[in-house]
């Protein structure tokens, strides 16, 4: 009978979607070893990966001639998984484009909308029963409308974003993309550099892949860039920016916030975000809605059976 390994729960539509299959589910939040990894590679047919399951070179190379076909992986990206080496050992990987892509815009929004207006540090203030009355000049932010939103990465959920930010705050958008875009939807300027970008905007939302080529593409450089009244929000991967370049920003004065779903070194958040009051900082939500969770999840069945059918994979990853 077909080996099946699902790295973390999915959703029950997910799970009941599979009984047909011999299923082993880790019933663990935390991400699989690199032990695991290597076992899987040999004793399944397909794995379905979740977010830092490390199915890197390191991996394949311990298992050249794996027993298992396909990596179907939970989410659209795929920043622990090595494809090159996948590929070179026979086995496809697929991801979950699409499906996450609103999910995602919208919690950039939340971000953006939570650090402008302050709203984390308004909601601590009340919690803690130091709210003493509506004042004139109590807690003044950012006024989103009109101002100037800088998109680093004009793909799915970069265009997304701009609809959003464009449509709903009739926000100027600009943008920087390693190619050229024909058309995002709404009015939107590309801009021929990163720092051209961090520059002009008041607000700067990170919506690139993460992986080898985006590593720490928002550097020391690239904060030190922005303007002081500027908003950065990151909802894309965490080791795209350069965590301790962003704090020492933040500590300095250099920006004046940040709203975050994704880390650097995710699960760990640096004790120094944590104590900022100008940060907000999310637990990686950004599809965690029910509906989408299941869409992405029936999605990485589609492509698991598809390859272990001898059939074409509908969200193949190239290289």
Known sequence: ??????????????????????????????AMTHDEVVAALCDYDGVVPTLGDPFDAQAFAKVPQPRCKVVANFGAGYNHIDVVAALGAGVVVTNTPGAVTDATADIALMLMLMVARRAGE????????????????????????????GIIGMGRIGKAIARRAQRGFDMDVVFFNRSRVADCGVPARQLDSLAGVMGVSDVVVVAVPGGKATHH????????????????????????VDEAALIAALQAGRIAGAGLDVYEFEPQVPAALRAMENVVLLPHLGTAALEVRTAMAMMAIDNLRAVLAGQPAPNAVTV
């Open 1 to 30: 009978m077909t080996r099946i390994l699902i790295s973390r729960r999915l959703p029950d539509a997910a799970m009941n979607a599979v009984a047909d299959l011999d299923v082993t589910l880790r019933d663990t939040p935390d």
């Open 122 to 149: 308004g909601e601590r203030m009340v919690r803690a029963g130091n709210w003493h009355g509506w004042q004139p000049t109590q807690m003044l932010g950012l006024h989103l409308t009109g101002k100037t939103l």
């Open 217 to 240: 593409l928002i550097d020391a450089a690239a904060f030190a860039a922005m303007r002081p009244s500027a908003i950065f929000v990151n909802i894309a991967r965490g080791d795209i």
